[in-house]
């Protein structure tokens, strides 16, 4: 996908390229492709109905593949989207490629996720400098974002994060991963665990992902699926 046409919402995400197996993969676990916004048959996973994987999946489904880098955001009064895309394509040109550690499925708050095991200090380098770099181009978040972030019971430092840069999971609040599950509150135990080992069953025969770009998300409308505007890529 590639536009002009305003969107309601745009994101910066880390997402594996289209054509490699790790999108595929994530792609396929949560039953859609944010590149040509079809449906993906999902795996198979022991212990858990496949009806019982699509709804669970639903939350993050609606965003695609990804780990955040900078969250959605509306751009700016005067800032059109090619704007942004220059921004973005001089951000990744300070930016070197490198790979990622290697990922596994864990338990984050209720949910499922992909994350890294090991040193992630160049993930936090690439996101800060998303959040700091790109935040000129971003709206202050409106009274009534403002007001449904804090039902979160948001921190102290993370409220303050939150009115400084419009979200409040960056700086040492920042945690990468991809999202595999949408809550699992009241999902029995030994199916969390099947849903956490059908996962790293999934992932895990992967190669190591390479992190050689910056992915721009779009939300088109209102509560529509972000979609997969395009990749700049980091330096070699």
């Known amino acids: ?4 046409t305003p969107a309601y919402r745009y994101a910066i995400y880390f997402a594996p390229l289209p054509d490699t197996l ?11 492709c944010a590149a040509n916004q079809a ?14 994987l699509l709804a669970l999946t639903a939350a993050p489904r609606r965003y695609g593949w990804h780990a955040t880098l900078k969250a959605p955001f509306t751009l700016r009064n005067g800032v ?6 220059q921004a973005l394509q001089s951000l990744a040109q300070e930016m070197v490629a490198f790979d990622l550690p290697p990922l596994h499925a864990s338990c984050l708050d209720d949910f499922l996720a992909l994350v890294p095991q090991g040193n992630c200090d160049a993930l936090h380098a ?13 709206a202050p978040l409106s009274p009534a974002e403002l007001q449904r972030r804090r039902k979160s019971n948001l921190s102290s430092g993370q409220d303050a994060l939150l009115v400084r840069w419009g979200y ?40 190591r992902c390479r992190f050689d ?24």
């Open 168 to 207: 409040p999971y960056v700086m040492e609040y920042f945690r990468f991963h991809c999202s595999l599950t949408g809550s699992l509150q009241g999902v029995k135990a030994q199916q969390v665990q099947a849903l956490q080992d059908g996962a790293q069953a999934w992932f895990g025969a992967l190669p």
């Open 1 to 4: 996908m590639m536009t002009d």
């Open 39 to 52: 449906l993906v048959p999902q795996p198979v996973i022991a212990g858990v109905s496949d009806a019982q």
């Open 213 to 236: 770009s910056l992915a721009l998300f779009a939300e088109p409308t209102a509560g529509a699926d972000m979609v997969l505007v395009e990749h700049v890529r980091l330096r070699a």
């Open 126 to 138: 690439v996101a800060q400098a998303c959040v700091t770099g790109l935040h000129p181009l971003a």
């Open 22 to 32: 790790w999108w595929q993969a994530g792609s396929a676990w949560l039953g859609r």
């Open 80 to 85: 059109n989207v090619q704007t942004l895309r």
